[in-house]
């Protein structure tokens, strides 16, 4: 293999691979390293499939549309069907605070090209049939999110990004990064060295470590979430749904019905686990299937086929960082909160154009607001 390439991304995961494809799209040599045997291997096997661009934020807004795009389209373009449906988004609201939080989110989601409106509690239930009517105000919904399969989409990703010239190797952990006068070597535990003018820090859980190899601190700290999936059934609704109210020990919980009938879903634990534990606990089944079926009692016959634990690579205000660095030719595209499923394609058209100097002036806005050097005073509502 040639060991000198145009930039090198670490991490070949939810956000890694997708940069691959579209950089490599645009005819730059890219090497991407990865320590685990094959692409996706780390948290994006273990994401629930969830697509939105539902956030409280402009540049989360516009990169998941631009995520929304390429799902979308995939199979159009390619031929390859990674299960996507637009099965949308709700967020019902139970309390005062959810619904007024909620409503007025709405002018600022729309402005920022959200299709996403407020409907009725009535409305809800009928593209929800059998969720617990008593105090329900109404919800928004924004019909154009959805979800795909966590695994397909990313195989066909790294797949579409070796025709267009990719290179991977895996099974090697970066253990060291070094500046030269002309760009970086990396060295992996094998003692193999790759040279590159640019290098992106795609490493998900160990951002903060790869980070300190070139002596940046980046403040990303893994928590662990749990989710679940249940045996097929006939399908009987469509939204993923996200109930926001919280309860003992956690925060929001969703879950949605996948298009082979399934139910699937997740919990934010409250305090955060922080740590890389994914050995699954006995405590997640009993708590979120409490809060599922006071929400849903429909749910109560399902059975659950297995339960499993990953991790959420946090940031202190609950958005990702990318960008450039203050070492010229370093980058960042870490922080994902456990959305990197969600907004990788988004971010790998977003630093295609960055690396093309083709950057519109929303996304030199967006990469702004997303740079390692802001406050981090903000917070997402959504996280």
Request: charged share 20%.
């Amino acid at each position: 293999m040639n060991k000198n390439f145009d930039i090198i991304i670490i991490g070949a995961g939810s956000v890694g691979v997708p940069i691959a494809l579209f950089l490599a799209e645009k005819k730059f040599s890219v090497l991407v390293i990865e320590s685990l045997a094959s692409p996706g291997q780390g948290q994006n096997k273990k994401a629930i499939g969830g697509i939105r661009a539902t956030h409280s934020d402009k540049a989360k807004i516009h990169i998941s549309l631009e995520s929304i795009d390429v799902f979308s389209t995939w199979k159009e373009k390619y031929g390859d069907d990674i299960e996507w449906r637009s099965n949308g988004y709700s967020f019902p609201a139970y309390t005062d605070e959810h619904e007024k939080m909620l409503k007025g989110l709405l002018k600022i989601q729309k402005s920022y090209g959200l299709n996403i409106d407020w409907i009725s509690a009535e409305e809800f239930l009928k593209i929800a049939p059998g969720v617990n009517p008593n105090g329900l105000r109404g919800s928004t919904f924004s019909p154009e999110d959805g979800s795909a399969s966590p695994y397909l989409s990313l195989n066909y990703f790294y797949f579409k990004s070796m025709e267009f010239g990719a290179s991977y190797v895996f099974g090697e952990e970066v253990t060291d990064i070094k500046k030269e006068c002309n760009g970086y070597t990396v060295t992996t535990h094998t003692n193999n060295s790759y040279s590159s003018e640019y290098v992106i820090n795609a490493a998900g859980n160990n951002a903060n470590h790869i980070g300190k190899m070139v002596g940046l601190d980046i403040p990303v700290v893994p928590d662990s979430h749990e989710g679940g999936i249940t045996d097929a059934v006939q399908h009987f609704f469509n939204p993923m749904i996200v109930d926001l109210r919280p309860a003992e020990n956690s925060k929001n919980y969703y879950f949605c019905q996948r298009p082979e009938g399934q139910v699937i879903f997740c919990i934010t634990p409250e305090p955060p686990i922080v740590g890389t534990d994914s050995r699954a606990t006995s405590i997640f089944l009993p708590q979120v299937a409490r809060r599922m079926l006071e929400l849903f009692p429909r749910l109560k016959n399902l059975k659950v086929r297995r339960t499993w634990r990953g991790q959420y690579p946090e940031t202190p205000d609950g958005f990702p960082i990318l960008g450039d660095t203050e070492l010229d030719g370093f980058y960042l595209a870490v922080g994902m909160c456990g959305q990197g499923f969600m907004l990788g394609p988004g971010i790998g058209k977003l630093f295609a154009r960055l690396f093309s100097n083709s950057l519109s002036y929303d996304d030199m806005d967006n990469m702004k607001s997303l740079s390692l050097y802001r406050n981090f005073g903000s917070e997402e509502k959504f996280k």
